[in-house]
């Protein structure tokens, strides 16, 4: 497994992670007895960055995770997110991330994993009605009392990023970065690089759409969240996938792994983390580690896919519109 450096204050990971939110089933049924052998394969392949959300399935994502972690818990560095808040009937409820509630959240996370601290903790937005210093000032204070070892960020812009910094060291910022979601490009890197912050990307093959996964029943979401997959959207973002397919069939690889190592090329503090739901998967998304695209390769791609390519935005409206990192990149364009 190669490995990087996450930031320069930050913990040496894996070069690919593993993100466990479809394990919870958010895109269709997911088999637990599957998902765990999926997060032990991965660890015996030297993945040490598993991520998961206090929210995720409200709290059935974490307690996944600890029991696959169990008896392995120092081959790897949890990841976690919290703030947001969910209804029994599964919908959201807005973001709290008071330094009480950081707090809470932390103690029920360590319940519900079985562990004595989380590696890397992180607010999954940004609260608009609480200052940054204030959240990451009480993760700070969860470092110093040895429940927590390093602070994250979550869909924060340039500016939430800077302010965060100069409170606490940041070690990265999760954020959604693929072949067609760029926007992180404008503002949003050059002032990670600027502070030696990492990256772990998520949304890496955009939800599926990038290999052409069709939707799992009534209980897949990204119909109704993710514009890219709605009617009017789709039938153009498949000639997308037509696309990609052609240029890894040029290079003996997957549209999975060359997705993959477009993301491992544009920087050695970024970490693709892929919600590989199965073993199969697994195995695809690690292959791209096999890859090395050189410069003329990464043109002809970005030629295949042009960044402004894709039909649809990320997220909906109401996301779009309360994404921390979005504000951002509207205002520097």
């Keep these: 497994m190669r490995t990087r450096e996450l930031s320069v204050n930050g913990p040496t990971v894996s070069a690919i992670g593993l993100g466990c939110m479809g394990m919870s089933g958010i895109y269709g ?24 959300g206090d929210f995720y399935n409200m709290g059935h994502n974490e307690m996944l995770v600890g029991r696959a972690v169990q008896g392995r818990r120092e ?16 919908a959201w ?12 959240f932390l103690a029920y996370s360590l319940r519900r994993l079985g562990v ?47 302010r965060a910094q100069r409170v606490h060291p940041i070690v990265d910022l999760q954020i959604e970065y693929s072949l067609v979601s760029r926007s992180v490009e404008s503002e949003i890197l050059p002032v990670l690089n600027e502070l030696g912050i990492g990256v772990t990307a998520y949304g890496v093959l955009s939800r599926g759409l990038l290999t052409a996964s069709r939707l799992d029943g ?40 060359i997705a993959t190592a ?19 998967q697994l195995r695809d998304v690690l292959g791209a580690l096999e890859l090395r695209l050189t410069d003329d390769d990464l043109r002809r791609i970005g ?11 990320r997220y909906d409206e ?6 921390d990192s979005e504000r951002s990149a509207k205002a520097a364009g």
Excluded at 33 to 38: D, M
Excluded at 93 to 104: E, M, S
Excluded at 263 to 276: C, E, F, H, K, N
Excluded at 303 to 313: L, R
């Design 29 to 52: 049924h997911a088999d637990e007895k599957e998902s765990i052998a999926t997060i032990h394969e991965a660890i015996e392949h030297g993945v040490n960055l598993i991520d998961t």
């Design 75 to 90: 081959q790897v560095l949890l990841s976690v997110k919290f703030g947001a808040m969910r209804a029994p009937n599964g």
């Design 93 to 104: 409820l807005g973001v709290d991330t008071r330094p009480a509630a950081v707090k809470n």
């Design 116 to 162: 004595e601290h989380i590696d890397i903790y992180r607010p999954a937005r940004i609260d608009p009605h609480v200052p940054i210093e204030d959240t990451v000032g009480a993760i700070g204070e969860m470092i110093q009392a040895g429940y927590v070892r390093y602070i994250g960020l979550s869909e924060a812009g340039a500016e939430t990023v800077r």
């Design 218 to 257: 009534p209980g897949d979401v990204r119909s109704t969240y993710f514009p890219r997959f709605r009617a009017e959207n789709l039938e153009r973002n498949q000639r997308l996938v037509a696309s990609l397919q052609s240029v890894a069939a040029e290079h003996g690889a997957t549209p999975v792994q």
């Design 262 to 280: 477009w993301v491992l090329a544009q920087g050695d503090r970024i970490v693709p983390q892929l919600g590989s739901r199965r073993r199969e």
């Design 303 to 313: 030629e295949a896919i042009p960044a402004n390519a894709v039909a649809g935005t």
């Design 318 to 323: 109401n996301q779009m519109r309360v994404l």
